[in-house]
């Protein structure tokens, strides 16, 4: 089975012991092609050379919510200098995070976002949205950009009539370790009932790592677990529905 992780942070230092041999095993495991997402201008400086360095890694580049204390808006001229990279697929990891007090304001969150998006629609490429506690703004901001920017909803949370919106605007929606937890029902109920050509799997390693591997760093190897459980969801076979899933992510990236 061909597997593409379509979110992980490689570049998180959990993986500074062993990324080298960890990407090297993961053809073995199946995973193909990976999606790095980048989060902050220090991560940014490294993902250049890090996506050249493999074949199978691409990058989205972008400024994630839970980050912007040090930045103001011109620093994104760093972000857009490196959007017309030939492996740099797309602006993320991008959006909302009310879920912690101490994360900048919702205001400043809310104008990284828009200006990010109309980045994203301004260089042709797709988004990768962050999404916690946010829903809300997080769609009215997506509805003001409709018909200029697509992308994925990262580690999708949010209610079936929340995806249905996302969807309606052309938006994909990710499922990762998530996806495994017993309490994960909502997360079940979007994955069993959205069209299955707007799916895609992720692992967003080092965290989240799925059932059975609670409590283990994450990697782009354990999006078997997610497969596995996606394909339960939807009464298929992994076989089946592996290369639906990785010719999905291609087609969203344009890779």
């Known amino acids: 089975m061909d597997i593409f992780d379509t979110h992980a942070h490689l570049l998180d230092e959990h993986f500074d012991e062993d990324r080298e ?3 090297a095993s993961l053809s073995d495991a199946g995973v193909k092609l990976v999606m790095e997402a980048c989060t902050d201008l220090k991560y940014l400086e ?3 050379p890090f996506v050249e360095a493999w074949p199978m890694i691409y990058g989205a580049a972008g ?14 001229t760093a972000v857009e200098a490196v959007l017309n ?21 919702r205001e400043i969150q809310r104008d990284f976002f828009d200006a990010q998006l109309s980045l994203a629609a301004e260089h042709g490429l797709p988004v990768i949205i962050h999404d916690r506690e ?6 009215d901001i997506l509805r003001a950009h409709r018909g200029q920017v697509i992308g994925v909803m ?11 919106e996302c969807l309606d605007m052309g ?12 309490n994960a029902k909502k997360n ?32 782009p190897a354990k999006t078997l677990w997610v497969l596995k459980k996606l394909a339960q969801i939807r009464d298929m076979g992994e076989e089946e529905l592996a290369p639906i899933l990785f010719e999905n992510g291609k087609k969203l990236f344009r890779i």
């Open 188 to 219: 079940v109920e979007v994955a069993a009932k959205a069209p299955l050509d707007r799916l895609v799997i992720e692992t967003d390693c080092p965290y989240m790592a799925p059932v059975p591997c609670r409590g283990q760093r994450n990697d």
């Open 134 to 139: 946010a829903h809300g703004d997080t769609v």
């Open 85 to 105: 990279h030939p492996k740099i697929k797309a602006v993320g990891e991008i959006g909302l995070d009310y879920y912690w007090p101490e994360n900048p304001p």
């Open 21 to 23: 041999a960890l990407i």
């Open 154 to 164: 990262h580690c999708f949370s949010g209610s079936y009539e929340t995806a249905k």
């Open 63 to 76: 400024l994630h919510p839970e980050e912007l204390g040090p930045y103001s808006l011109s620093d994104l």
């Open 171 to 182: 938006f994909y929606l990710g499922f990762g370790g998530s996806l495994t937890f017993k």
């Open 46 to 48: 490294k993902l250049i």
